[in-house]
């Protein structure tokens, strides 16, 4: 397949050349007319002339003697009937044909590269004889020639120029295409951070760099995304599926009672439905950044639901749960709502000592709902760092369950938060944990 460097050079060459054989073409027709008229010209002025010397005696005409300078490049004929009165140096066959112009009509005659014209001599309205003026083609021929070779010539020199031409500014044109090409052949699968760089926009090339430069963004948040979610996924199931195999190697190892046997199973459960919430959790992510339609939901019921998903985990330490708030809709998908409060829940519940309140009301366009806590709270310098994913606060007085999460619990409901059009924050004042979800409303 031909580049698409010589497609266009192929286009400008042709479109090129198609006029500059028109203008050839057009230029030797309209010289060769000229040249005729010029030609005709010279006879008419030749006959004219003769015509004005002549004198008629005793009804015979006398041709006016010509100067002897201009004797030899004179080609005039002089016929009274069909006697010729004065006659040039001219070939044979160029004679004969002035000859038959003799008593004929005005008209002219061409004859071995001279062309004749015949004028009849009239006086008092009776003709007396003819006159026959002859001028040589061949300086006109020949120059007809040389301005044909030479308009062709200049065409095909024209053409080169502009083959030339053409190949270098579309060359130029297109470098930023090849530099395009090379660098992209260059980057491998790793490279999600390089981009073609060509600076603002200014032409169709530019654009389509800035374009992709665009494109490549999306691409390498995408590809991010997926980075971050194998990690979260692993990450966060790393801990209750090692609480898993640890309570099944023991019970393999160590002859159990009846109760204790109960209390592994019930770890393991706990451990199970952990993993299930984290799934839930992620699945829900995943789906809102494919499919960011937008439906509306009460996120009061959410809110419950949520806090429903987290009971055993507030009866194991000894949490009491609860909302305040009337029915209020917010333009997000029910189970990613629920998904948000989730994390905060559970993590409200692991720091808190006795009491965590969750709270939902309507400001303007946005619905802002509040997870408070009575633990220790969340220190000034890591209210943005906690939501880095595996980040995990320090607080003071933090318990020792309070630890085992991979600390992507906030990370995820920020992400779900801003996947809707929200954003999950840590509020600036109050004792204890305090964190606060906008949502759009609907």
Same mark, same amino acid.
């Given at each position: ?36 008229? #010029? ?40 016929? +009274? ?6 006659? @040039? ?53 020949? !120059? ?38 090379? +660098? ?22 530019? +654009? ?30 790393? !801990? ?8 099944? +190697? ?7 009672? !009846? #109760? ?37 939901? #009460? ?89 880095? @994913? ?53």
């Amino acid at each position: 397949m031909r580049s698409l460097r010589g497609r266009l050079l192929w286009s400008a060459v042709g479109a090129v050349a198609v006029v500059l054989a028109a203008l050839t073409i057009g230029f030797n027709i309209v010289l060769e007319d000229r040249l005729e008229t #010029d030609a005709h010209n010279v006879l008419l002025s030749r006959a004219a002339g003769e015509l004005s010397g002549l004198k008629v005696e005793h009804g015979t005409l006398v041709p006016a003697e010509a100067p002897e300078a201009n004797a030899l490049d004179s080609q005039i004929w002089v016929f +009274q009937g069909n006697r010729v009165l004065e006659r @040039p140096r001219a070939s044979a066959a160029v004679d004969r044909a002035a000859a038959s112009l003799a008593n004929g009509p005005r008209r002219a005659l061409d004859a071995d590269s001279t062309r004749l014209y015949a004028v009849p001599v009239v006086r008092d309205g009776q003709r007396l004889g003819t006159v026959v003026s002859g001028v040589s083609l061949e300086p006109y021929e020949e !120059t007809q020639r040389t301005a044909l070779v030479a308009s062709v010539i200049v065409a095909l020199v024209s053409l080169a120029s502009v083959a030339a031409v053409a190949w270098w500014l579309i060359s130029r044109a297109l470098r930023p295409v090849s530099l395009m090409t090379s +660098q992209a052949a260059d980057w491998s699968e790793r490279d999600l951070d390089r981009r073609f760089s060509l600076g603002e926009p200014h032409d169709e090339l530019t +654009q389509l760099a800035a374009t992709l430069d665009g494109l490549l963004d999306r691409l390498a948040g995408t590809l991010r995304h997926e980075q971050r979610f194998s990690a979260e996924l692993s990450h966060e199931l790393r !801990t209750p599926l090692a609480n898993v195999i640890a309570e099944a +190697q023991y019970a393999l190892r160590h002859a159990r009672d !009846t #109760d204790e046997y109960r209390a592994g199973f019930e770890q393991v459960l706990q451990s199970a439905n952990q993993m299930n919430r984290i799934l839930d959790t992620l699945m829900a992510a995943a789906r809102a950044q494919l499919d960011p339609q937008r439906t509306t939901s #009460d996120v009061v019921a959410c809110a419950r639901a949520a806090i429903d998903g987290c009971a055993a985990l507030a009866a194991e330490h000894g949490i009491e749960i609860q909302l305040e708030g009337a029915p209020v809709r917010a333009a997000a998908d029910a189970d990613l709502v629920e998904r948000i409060f989730a994390p905060l829940i559970e993590n409200a519940c692991l720091y808190g000592r006795n009491r965590v309140l969750v709270s939902v009301r309507r400001e303007g366009p946005q619905v802002l709902c509040a997870v408070e806590d009575d633990g220790p709270g969340v220190a000034p310098g890591e209210r943005e760092a906690i939501f880095e @994913p595996g980040r995990r606060g320090e607080p003071g007085a933090a318990t020792a369950t309070a630890t085992r999460g991979a600390g992507l619990g906030l990370a995820l409901a920020r992400r779900l938060a801003r996947t809707a059009a929200g954003d999950v924050e840590v509020a600036a004042d109050g004792p204890g944990g305090s964190f606060v979800v906008r949502l759009p409303g609907a």
